[in-house]
C-alpha cells in the first residue's frame, strides 16, 4: 500500500495529456496512463519499469516499443549508456549531482539534470539549510527545497535531504543569540524535527535493480562536518554550549520525525585512516553504544580508487 501511494504521489506530478510528450518528460512505466509517444527529436526511453522518458535521439539505450513496431538501435557498449545507468549496472544505488535553486532558471541546465540515465539523485545544495529554511527563530520557509523535491518527483530522482545542522550557513539569531544549553537544546530539536518532518514521506528513493522495484527510505544528512582535520570537535555554536550531545540531540529529533529515515553524519578526509576518521570511528560507536548509530557519510572530491575504498572498509569495519 505504501509503494502504492508513493508511485501514486509520483505519477500525480507528471502532467497528462492526450498528445505526445514533451522534452524530458515521461511517456512510459507500470501505471502510466499518459502520451507514450515524443514529440521531434526525442525517443521514449526505459529508465526502469515504472518510468521511461523522452530523451534525446541517440542518448538513450532502450527505447520503448508501445506498438511493438519500434526498433531498438544496436548496442555500443556502455558508453553511451549513462551515468545513472553505468553505476546500476556496477550494482551502486545511484549517481547524482547536487543542485542549487538559481541554476533551475537554467532550461538547458535542468534539462541535464533531469536526465535519468545521468543523475537518478539529486541533492540540494544550500536550500535545506538553516539559514534558509529558519532565518528568524521559529519562522519556517521550505519553497527552496520544495523546488528542488518537485523537479525529482517530476523525474522519478531520488532526494537526499541536506542538512540539518553545520557549524556553516547559521542565521545569526543562532550562532550569536547567547543561548543557554536548555533553549538551544530545545531551538536544535524543534528545526531538526520539523525540517525532517517536512519532507516526511517526501525524499523518496524508488531504485530499481534487477527487475524489481525497491523502495528505501527517506536519507538524511543531519549533522554535517564536526569535526576538526586534527579530529578534534570543530568550534562553532552547538558544540560550545551543549558540547558533544548535540549530535545525539539532532540524530534523536530527526528519528522522532521520521522514523524510518536513514540517518547520517558527514564530514570529509576519513576516507582514509588518520585522526580525523579515528574521531569519526569513536563518534559512531559511542552513539552505537546508545543504540542511535546513523550512517557515515564521506564528503571527498577525490577519485574513488581501490585505495580509498580499502580504507573505507577499514572505517566501517571498526564500528561493525
Known amino acids: 500500500m ?77 558508453s553511451n549508456a549513462g551515468l545513472s545507468a553505468v553505476a546500476l549496472a556496477a550494482g551502486k544505488k545511484y549517481f547524482g549531482s547536487a543542485t542549487d535553486n538559481p541554476e533551475l532558471t537554467d532550461t538547458a541546465y535542468v534539462a541535464g539534470l533531469s536526465n535519468v540515465k545521468d543523475f537518478n539523485q539529486i541533492t ?47 542565521p545569526s539569531w543562532v550562532s550569536s543569540g547567547g543561548f543557554n544549553n536548555a533553549t538551544l537544546t530545545s531551538i536544535l530539536q524543534n528545526h531538526c524535527g520539523t525540517l525532517v518532518g517536512h519532507y516526511k514521506g517526501q525524499i523518496i528513493f524508488l531504485l530499481w535493480q534487477v527487475s524489481d522495484l525497491l523502495p528505501s527510505s527517506d536519507s538524511w544528512d543531519v549533522v554535517n562536518e564536526p569535526f576538526n582535520d586534527d579530529g578534534t570537535w570543530r568550534s562553532m555554536v552547538f558544540y560550545n554550549t551543549m558540547g558533544t550531545s548535540y549530535v545525539s540531540v539532532a540524530l534523536q529529533a530527526a528519528r522522532a520525525a521520521d522514523p524510518a529515515a536513514k540517518l547520517y553524519i558527514n564530514d570529509y578526509n576519513i576516507e582514509g585512516t588518520g585522526a ?45
Open 2 to 78: 505504501k509503494l502504492v501511494i508513493c508511485l501514486a504521489s509520483l505519477l500525480a506530478l507528471v502532467p497528462l495529456t492526450t498528445a505526445q510528450s514533451g522534452a524530458w518528460g515521461q511517456c512510459g512505466g507500470i501505471g502510466w496512463t499518459g502520451p507514450t509517444t515524443c514529440v521531434a527529436g526525442y525517443t521514449c526511453t526505459v529508465g526502469n519499469p515504472y518510468y521511461s522518458q523522452c530523451l534525446p535521439n541517440g542518448t538513450g539505450t532502450t527505447p520503448t516499443s508501445p506498438t511493438g513496431t519500434t526498433t531498438s538501435p544496436a548496442s555500443t557498449g556502455t
Open 124 to 170: 540540494p545544495g544550500n536550500s535545506m539549510k538553516w539559514d534558509a529554511t529558519e532565518p528568524s527563530r521559529g519562522t519556517f520557509t521550505f519553497s527552496g527545497g520544495d523546488a528542488v523535491v518537485a523537479l525529482a518527483k517530476k523525474n522519478g530522482q531520488l532526494v537526499r535531504g541536506h542538512n540539518c545542522v553545520w557549524y556553516n550557513q547559521l
Open 276 to 320: 580525523k576518521s579515528t574521531a569519526m570511528v569513536n563518534l559512531v560507536k559511542s552513539l552505537k553504544a546508545a543504540e542511535r548509530l546513523p550512517c557515515i557519510g564521506s564528503l571527498t572530491d577525490q577519485t574513488t580508487d581501490r585505495t580509498i575504498v580499502s580504507s573505507l572498509h577499514v572505517v566501517g569495519d571498526s564500528v561493525s
